[in-house]
């Protein structure tokens, strides 16, 4: 009966130390005569874990709409408000969010800014900071960072370095070099979004920017496919093909974590699953992020509604929860939660 008691009151401290924000629980810890945690029980702290989504994306389309969605899957291109963005998180316990700019067009980088701190100020929903739009390779950049230099809510910059638009080369530009190296003075961030082939142009920058810190959106833009044998990489609809072998993927990844201003968000790798995917079909890419990078510099990130792309909100989280599930339980609550909090100071 005392063994019982033991284990039942160790559960219910663990539960309300994540209610209340408490950072330093650590199931896996074990006390003289503290009885081991079964399956059920562990899988059931996990549920419990809160989430700081790190990666949301919004659209409402009157606000302002992103040149590229009018050609997007039918999945994405309609309006994604906070209201469906809430609707498609329900029950997952998503505390907070950080939303994430969706390359709208340079005119109207300003209005996205605009639109998302008015939703933070409203304080009607998780979205606590943003990272907005910029073009670092810009002359008039220090100028355009003026405005969001003293905001506290402001995290940091992302330039989508895998559009069309961006060119081979271009985060290795002198203008753009020193851009990033502004946002460390100023202590923003800038999330590396870029195509896996040219992830050793991001390992460049970041050792020339040693004050900036680094966000590796999306594993790195890894595809999940190039993890299969050759003769199962077939493009579905709305599906590619790798572009990077797993080599290749691995040792660039690898040279990005030895550099220690950088972060792993582990977000964005199911919009690129094969249909039909399973947890194992994303398993590979996830766990060298998570052992490269250490538990202490990684995060969860949504990528809603973008993630529809291969699966809802929920397969994601679920999915990703099954695949750290052997983990120690203090490295699943830094990954989905106490990370977001250090590193983006919220």
């Known amino acids: 009966m005392a063994t019982k008691t033991m284990a039942t009151n160790r559960r219910n401290f663990a539960k309300a130390a994540l209610v209340s924000g408490v950072c330093a629980w650590n199931l896996t810890t074990r006390c003289t005569g503290a009885v081991l945690e079964t399956k059920a029980a562990q899988a ?11 990666h949301q994306h919004l659209w409402d389309l009157v606000a302002f709409q992103p040149p590229w969605l009018a050609k ?11 209201s469906d963005y809430l609707a498609a998180t329900n029950g997952l316990n ?12 340079p005119a109207d980088q300003d209005k996205e800014a605009d639109y998302v701190l008015s939703i933070i100020a409203a304080k ?28 506290p809510l402001v995290k940091g910059v992302r330039q989508i370095l895998h559009a ?11 203008q753009f070099v020193k851009s990033i190296q502004l946002l460390g003075e100023m202590g923003k961030s800038f999330d590396l979004c870029m195509r896996p082939t040219e992830l050793s142009d991001g390992a460049k920058l970041v050792a020339s920017c040693p004050n900036t810190r680094f966000i590796i959106d999306h594993c790195g833009n890894a595809h999940p496919a190039a993890w299969l044998p050759k003769d199962k990489q077939v493009a579905g609809p709305g599906r590619s093909l790798p572009s990077h072998t797993v080599e290749q993927w691995k040792s660039d990844m690898g040279k990005l974590a030895e550099l220690d201003n950088t972060i792993c968000k582990i977000s964005g790798i199911v919009a690129h699953a094969r249909a039909g995917w399973t947890s194992e079909d994303i398993a590979p890419a996830i766990n ?41 339980m203090a490295d699943q609550i830094k990954l989905f939660h106490d990370n977001a909090i250090k590193h983006y100071q919220l």
């Open 164 to 174: 069309g638009s961006a060119e081979r080369g271009l985060c290795l530009q002198p």
């Open 72 to 82: 997007s899957d039918a999945k994405i291109a309609a309006k994604h408000d906070m």
């Open 94 to 105: 998503v505390v907070k969010a950080v939303y994430m700019e969706v390359d709208a067009a």
């Open 124 to 151: 009607a929903s998780p979205t606590v900071a943003v990272v907005v739009s910029g073009r670092p390779n810009s002359d008039t950049f220090a100028t355009y960072m003026q405005r969001h230099r003293s905001n």
């Open 288 to 328: 060298f992020c998570l052992d490269a990078f250490g538990p202490d510099r990684v995060v969860f990130g949504g990528d809603w509604p973008v993630c529809k792309l291969g699966a809802t909100y929920a397969q994601w989280v679920n999915a990703l929860k099954e695949i750290v599930s052997s983990r120690p």
């Open 44 to 54: 059931s702290d996990a549920a419990t874990i809160p989430i700081i989504d790190t």
